[in-house]
């Protein structure tokens, strides 16, 4: 089993920046691939960025490609996602997601392990 606790969520005005943190414990998480996702109220949950297992590969959705980063230190086990220029459209209840992968994933029913997400609301 993988557990993972998502945190730095929080209000911000437009154009702000903010950088939430997976932190994850339990297996090897080293040997997972970590995404992120957004769900806003009334909508699906949405792909938002992912990682490989070693962060020598990224992939982004287009509504934040050029704005958010996600990264990852294995050996504090914890994935990041930095967030620029946000937008009120940004905002949104943000979930970490890990799957044992060695590639990219970019769909929620391809990933296993779930945090219980962090809320991010930009202000217009």
């Known amino acids: 089993q993988v557990q993972l606790v998502e945190s730095g969520g929080g209000l911000v005005q437009a154009g702000g920046s903010l950088r939430l943190s997976c932190g994850a414990s339990g297996r090897r998480t080293s040997n997972y691939g970590v995404g992120w996702f957004r769900q806003a109220p009334g909508k699906e949950r949405e792909f938002v960025a992912a990682i490989n297992w070693s962060g020598s590969s990224t992939y982004y959705a287009d509504s934040v490609k050029g704005r958010f980063t996600i990264s990852r230190d294995n050996a504090k086990n914890t994935v990041y996602l930095q967030m620029n220029s946000l937008k009120p459209e940004d905002t949104a209840v943000y979930y970490c997601?890990?799957?044992?992968?060695?590639?990219?994933?970019?769909?929620?029913?391809?990933?296993?392990?779930w945090g219980q997400g962090t809320q991010v609301t930009v202000s217009s």
């Open positions: 997601a890990a799957v044992y992968s060695f590639v990219i994933r970019t769909t929620v029913s391809e990933y296993d392990y």
